[in-house]
């Protein structure tokens, strides 16, 4: 076995998100089909793999039920048109799920068992709502193992108001706010739409195409913040403009060995530096990011001040202030979701962490002055996963974030 391969990000794309619930655009479509088109277009960007090359299928979803359900990997391999011949499995670590499917496939090229692998994630949080079905262990309340703040997510991130007094509404709010005119700028400028593939939806007024993010907001105004109700706590700070929508998507990628796709002619967007998970306190889950890019940064031997562009999943605004004061870096600062983020482009669980990948590699493809990249999100129940990538166009010249 030829160990200690270099890992690659080829490709990676997703379908657009939209708003779950019976207005949503894919109330009517299964999530099984979301990750099914997702793949298929994947497949189609990358004509030269030969499918009977890919060695496994990692696809997440946070809830395995009914059309999320038996075994992911496997029965959205078939769909998609992989030889049979092709392996699959289902992921869960619920938001990092598409995260985790990257790192364990990540982890099989590195060790020399796989050349090439498919690795995604998908919720469909209207037909699978979070929590849905589950029956969490009562000793996690009855022997005070996790607080029961810990089972509500957005109830997490009122804690983090709590505990840093800094971290204002009116931050929340204003992060919030940027997150929808940068995506606006983004959709504008043409940044967002190469990695999407379009999804035929049924309604009742007849077919259609979904070929955007549905939970924009871009006309979001301070003013109109100030005036949303707090569903998590009375006179809270959590409000729907500062928190990720409920959301439906899927999103998949493709990666290799580097040797693998030298041979194939495949592209090369990302290679992989490090990754790293950690948990912390359930209650303050979305803290979690903090503890999994430092154990990241270690394992690459880099520091904070070596990224270049960081793409960090906005489940709540205040959880990536937490992040970004934890790290001295400024609440605006041009390097972090340059196209916005899931405030306004959504969260769909265990779909986005490859979202976070898709978009970094497009912004390497743009910046070659910038070396390393750092894809990261909090995880329910307490938990941070973090990747760091290098940038394969970098030229060292007067270059940003530059070991
Ligand atoms: C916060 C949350 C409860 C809001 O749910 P919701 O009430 O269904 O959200 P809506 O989109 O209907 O928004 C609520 C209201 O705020 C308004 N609103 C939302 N975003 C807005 C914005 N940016 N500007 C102005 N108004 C906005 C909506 O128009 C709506 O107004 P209405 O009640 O007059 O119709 C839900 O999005 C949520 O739970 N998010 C967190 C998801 C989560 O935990 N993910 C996992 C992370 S770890």
Redesign the pocket.
Known sequence: MAQGAEVVFVDGVRTPFG?A?EKGQYWNTRADDLIVKAMIGLLERNPGLPKDRVDDVAIAATTQTGDQGLTLGRTAAILAGLPLSVPGYAIDR??AGAMTSVTTIAGAIAFGAYDVGIAGGVEH?GRHP?GAGADPNPRFLSEKLVSPDAL???T??ERLHDRFPSLTKERSDRF??LS?QRVAAAYAAGKIQPDLIPVAIRSEAGWGLATEDE?M?P???ME??A???T??RPHGR??????????DGATVSLLASQDAAKELGLSIKMKMVSFGFAGVAPEV??IGPIPSTEKALKKADLSIGDIGAFELNE??AV?VLSFLDHFGIDDEDPRVNPWGG???IG?P?AGSGVRLMTQLAAQFAEQPDVRYGLTAM???LGQGGSVIWENPHYRAAGSKGAK
């Open positions: 708003r619930g619920m938001c949080m979070m509500n997510m957005g997490t991130a919030g706010m929808q939970g907001r006309d979001t105004t109109g913040l005036t949303l109700k569903p998590f959590v409000t729907a403009g500062n928190a990720s929508p409920l959301t889950m979305g489940a709540f959880q899931a405030i306004a969260h669980l909090c995880v329910g």
